[in-house]
T-cell receptor, first 113, second 113 residues
C-alpha cells in the first residue's frame, strides 16, 4: 500500500523524441506527486510536481499527466535532449499526513544524439 | 550556497567503526529528512526531524542507527558498529515546513570495508 511502482526500468529515446515514464500507486491517501531527476554522483533534484486536483501540469518541456481514478501518473519529456540523460524518480507523499516521500525504483533515461 | 549541504561527501569506514553524517538544511528550513539509496535502487525514507524533535523514524533500523537535529548546528545521522550492508548513499533533504516540497543535498557515500 505504501509502494510506488515505476516503469520502465530503462529507456532509450532519440534526440527530439518524447520520453514517457509511468508510475502507479495504491494508497489513496497520497496527495502530492513529485518527479526528481538525478545525475550520477549527485543528489535528486526536484523537477516538477502535481497534486490530484489537476490532471496535468506543464513546465517547459516537462509535463505530468495524472489519472486519479486509475491511480497512475506519468512524466512526459518533449523534444528530449542528450542533457536529459539521467535517472528519473517518481514519488508520492501525503501532505496532511505522513511527510515522507515514497519513491519509485527509478528509470534510467538515455537520449541518443 | 543556499542549498542543502552534506558532509563528508565520501566516507570510508571499517566494519565495527562509527559513521557520522552531517546535514545543514537550506536557509530558513527547519524540517530535515534522511533517505538511503542502495546501488541501482530508489531512495528509502529513514527519518524525519524538526529542530530538537524526531517526528517520524519509521524507516530507521531499530539498532545501530540514530538521528538528531539540535537547536544549533547540523542534523546528524549516526551509524554505530557499521557493517558492509550499510554501504550506500545517504541523502538529506530539507523543507520550509511540513509540506511536501523537499530539496535534496548531494549525499554522503558511505563505504564499509
Amino acid at each position: 500500500q505504501q509502494q510506488v511502482k515505476q516503469s520502465p526500468q530503462s529507456l532509450i529515446v532519440q534526440k527530439g523524441g518524447i520520453s514517457i515514464i509511468n508510475c502507479a500507486y495504491e494508497n489513496t491517501a497520497f496527495d502530492y506527486f513529485p518527479w526528481y531527476q538525478q545525475f550520477p554522483g549527485k543528489g535528486p533534484a526536484l523537477l516538477i510536481a502535481i497534486r490530484p486536483d489537476v490532471s496535468e501540469k506543464k513546465e517547459g518541456r516537462f509535463t505530468i499527466s495524472f489519472n486519479k481514478s486509475a491511480k497512475q501518473f506519468s512524466l512526459h519529456i518533449m523534444d528530449s535532449q542528450p542533457g536529459d540523460s539521467a535517472t528519473y524518480f517518481c514519488a508520492a507523499s501525503g501532505i496532511q499526513g505522513a511527510q515522507k516521500l515514497v519513491f519509485g525504483q527509478g528509470t534510467r533515461l538515455t537520449i541518443n544524439p | 550556497n543556499a542549498g542543502v549541504m552534506q558532509n563528508p561527501r565520501h566516507l570510508v569506514r571499517r566494519r565495527g567503526q562509527e559513521a557520522r553524517l552531517r546535514c545543514s538544511p537550506m536557509k530558513g528550513h527547519s524540517h530535515v529528512y534522511w533517505y538511503r539509496q542502495l546501488p541501482e535502487e530508489g531512495l528509502k525514507f529513514m527519518v524525519y526531524l524538526q529542530k530538537e524533535n524526531i517526528i517520524d523514524e519509521s524507516g530507521m533500523p531499530k539498532e545501530r542507527f540514530s538521528a538528531e537535529f539540535p537547536k544549533e548546528g547540523p542534523s546528524i545521522l549516526r551509524i554505530q558498529q557499521v557493517v558492509r550492508g550499510d554501504s550506500a548513499a545517504y541523502f538529506c533533504a530539507s523543507s520550509f515546513s511540513g509540506g511536501a516540497e523537499q530539496f535534496f543535498g548531494p549525499g554522503t557515500r558511505l563505504t564499509v570495508l
